[in-house]
């Protein structure tokens, strides 16, 4: 977790300042290229230390800003039917071709909400990883990620489970992408060498992991 020493906000403007440690010294990932091993291992291991913290906790009253309780990969599947459906069952296999350290410090919190802390996970290999690492290392880097969170307290948890939740937590970057995508620049270098990443990914992940299947059963 960084560190943050100061924040104030104007409500009326909307301008916000924000004072945290400094991080300079710090090595920033690159989605692009994507996590080595090594580095996927040393993220799974805090953000499974991180839920564990949390797990079992039912006085939310300290973090009421967030949103209620919910499955956002249930959540994300329900808004997707059958406009979702319709994506996967249309491109899932065809996209590809339309577009052919030590520690980890987190400061980005764009949707944080109450849900299943795989859904994390599932994002973090989806955004994190290219296809064939995610498809070498997830299962035993899924495995490190439940042994580091049962070692630390998120007990009554089983693997089938874990491997269940993160399957169906890969809706919730599905969707993401799904919006991102709709408002990029495609004209822009840039934005088509972003467009044909994220696509390959999360159409590799629909393949692999059947989540056209995962649909069909909601």
Not at 88 to 94: C, M, N, R, W, Y
Not at 122 to 147: A, D, F, K, Q, W
Not at 187 to 212: C, K, P, T, Y
Request: include cysteine; charge should be neutral; glycine fraction near 8%.
């Amino acid at each position: 977790m960084t560190r943050c020493y100061f924040f104030d906000s104007d409500r009326l403007t909307g301008d916000c300042a924000i004072l945290i440690e400094d991080l300079s010294k710090g090595r920033l990932g690159n989605s692009f290229a994507g996590m080595s091993k090594a580095d996927a291992e040393t993220a799974a291991r805090p953000l499974a230390v991180f839920h564990a913290k949390w797990w079992g906790r039912t006085n939310l009253e300290r973090a009421r800003w967030l949103p209620a309780t919910i499955d956002r990969a249930a959540i994300q599947a329900e808004r997707f039917i059958p406009s979702g459906r319709t994506y996967l069952e249309k491109h899932g296999e065809q996209v590809d071709d339309e577009f052919r350290g030590s520690h980890v410090t987190l400061i980005d919190w764009p949707s944080a909400a109450r849900a299943k802390g795989v859904t994390d996970f599932s994002c973090l290999t989806i955004h994190g990883l290219t296809v064939n690492m995610r498809r070498t290392i997830e299962t035993n880097l899924l495995r490190l990620y439940h042994n580091t969170l049962g070692s630390e307290g998120g007990t009554g948890y089983s693997i089938e489970q874990c491997q269940a939740d993160y399957r169906s937590g890969f809706l919730y970057p599905f969707y993401f992408k799904v919006m991102v995508l709709a408002f990029m620049d495609l004209n822009d270098e840039e934005g088509r060498i972003m467009a044909h990443m994220q696509i390959e990914r999360i159409s590799a992940a629909i393949r692999d992991h059947n989540l056209v299947g995962l649909l069909r059963a909601i």
